[in-house]
């Protein structure tokens, strides 16, 4: 059941990975954001986490945070999120990426009406840092660690064990949904569907010479609107993301082995070679040729 997350992403920024399976929809990750941190993207499952090692910056939508071991983090379904190592030495995340149904069932069921609807369909709620200050999110804190425990050792039931202790985390959440954020402005809404379309583009042609007016004209807004769509929700630059985005995927490249470092450095949209190197360098700490060796 226990894997590294190796968050990949299709053309609309929906997380390809499949957690779980149908017949039991739930995946269980160790992930060290030391050697790899979880870059933006969205599922339509819900997730939730406590830091094992070090402190992990959060960001979540429009958000950021950071979350030191014993804290953790719960993201609502279709929310935007990325994380990464703040500490540079040891850094872990226990994670636990699950379907609704998993606690819900059918939407006919009075589990989802009452435990997964108020908070799948509170639009203005994406998501939130957990930390042991309240009574109730350390109640959530236990729960999720219990579920991952319980999957990552595949205890005898721990489906049952997963399950059950999900819906406590769950019911948790949902009895202080009143004190979280309620329904947001339409702008904001407009604003989430703006940088997904123009995060799509990027995923979908990073490979390409594109630039702010184009990446703005994906979702029909002007460059100035561009601009600060990227750094309201994801606190950085059209062009900053195209390049990290391009430097994660030379990364998996290199990893993958095969072909030489020019042709992934064309591919991922970098027709200097020279350039290609000293940006991942600057980015990854490392040459492309010392990441693919692994020094």
Known sequence: MLSACGTTVDGRNREQLRHGTTAFPLACYDDDLVREAVPWHWHDELEAAVVAEGVVRVVIGGEQFDAAAGEGFFVNAGALHSCNAVTGDRCRVHSLVFHPRLVGGGAESVFHQKYVSPVVENRGFEGMRL??????????????AAAWRACAGEAPRFELTARHRLSEALAALCAHMTALPGERSPKALRDGERIKAMLRFVMDNYGEPID?????????????????????????TPIRFLREYRVEQAAAQLKAGGAAIADIAARCGFQDVSYFTRTFRELMGVTPRAYREGR
């Open 212 to 236: 702010t007016a184009a990446i703005a004209r994906s979702a029909a807004v002007s460059e100035s609107e561009c601009l600060r769509c990227f750094k309201a929700a994801i606190g950085s």
């Open 131 to 144: 930390t042991r200050d309240a009574d109730w999110q350390g109640e959530m804190l236990d729960a999720v």
